[in-house]
């Protein structure tokens, strides 16, 4: 069973920055694309950005990219998002997932896994 931990969410000032953190459990992590998504209080939950299972590849949601970067580790098992130049309107729980559909989709069901979130919020 896939089991992903976030971690690294807190408060932070407008034009700041924050690294999250999503560490996998199963053997095969390595094998999967990984994703970040984020749900805002009252809205439904978005894509953010995407890594391959080699971390060669990645795409982003116009409204990060440029802003924010993934990366990942398979010898450690990590995934990270680097978020900076925070804006209010990133405030979110964030959570990691692992791509269950084809390459370069951004929708929510195909994706699995799910952790149960760490929380960004950033001030105005």
């Known amino acids: 069973q896939v089991q992903l931990v976030e971690s690294g969410g807190g408060l932070v000032q407008a034009g700041g920055s924050l690294r999250l953190s999503c560490e996998g459990s199963?053997?095969?992590?390595?094998?999967?694309?990984r994703a970040w998504f984020r749900q805002a209080a009252g809205k439904d939950r978005e894509f953010v950005t995407a890594?391959?299972?080699?971390?060669?590849?990645?795409y982003y949601s116009d409204s990060v990219k440029d802003r924010f970067t993934i990366s990942r580790d398979n010898a450690k098992n990590m995934v990270w998002l680097q978020m900076n130049s925070l804006k209010s309107e990133d405030t979110a729980v964030y959570y990691c997932?692992?791509?269950?559909?084809?390459?370069?989709?951004?929708?929510?069901?195909?994706?699995?896994?799910w952790g149960q979130g760490t929380q960004v919020t950033v001030s105005s």
């Open positions: 997932a692992v791509l269950q559909g084809t390459w370069g989709t951004r929708e929510v069901s195909d994706f699995g896994s």
């Open positions: 199963e053997r095969t992590f390595s094998r999967y694309a």
């Open positions: 890594i391959s299972w080699n971390g060669q590849r990645t």
